[in-house]
Nanobody, 117 residues
Framework: QVQLVESGGGLVQAGGSLRLSCAAS????????MGWYRQGPGNQRELVAQ???????NYADSVKGRFTISTDTAKNTVYLQMNSLKPDDTAVYYC???????????WGQGTQVTVSS
């Protein structure tokens, strides 16, 4: 069973930064796509940032220019660097991944990010 373990969430003031990490128990070199979603209070889960096997990255309009997704294949870890945080970024952030030749949809347990004004 593949596991995704997030870390790095916390409480930060507006304008601050956090870096989230998602460590996978399977080699991420063989993923189809991997990324971060978030779900704020009363909101639906939404895509924040994602990279695909082809090398492309996608960002939600609301985070473009502030968030950066990156990977370390040696550590099987994906990161989300979040700068210039806003109270609207407050949410539980989830790691998500799909691997080649595996139809399963994998999710981490989530990590809370709270941005105070």
């Amino acid at each position: 069973q593949v596991q995704l373990v997030e870390s790095g969430g916390g409480l930060v003031q507006a304008g601050g930064s956090l870096r989230l990490s998602c460590a996978a128990s399977r080699r991420i070199a063989s993923i189809n796509d991997m990324g971060w979603y978030r779900q704020g209070p009363g909101n639906q889960r939404e895509l924040v940032a994602q990279f695909t096997r082809g090398g492309s990255t996608n960002y939600a309009d609301s985070v473009k220019g502030r968030f950066t997704i990156s990977t370390d294949t040696a550590k099987n870890t994906v990161y989300l660097q979040m700068n210039s945080l806003k109270p609207d970024d407050t949410a539980v952030y989830y790691c998500n991944a799909h691997w080649r030749f595996d139809p399963s949809d994998y999710w981490g347990q989530g990590t809370q990010v709270t941005v105070s004004s």
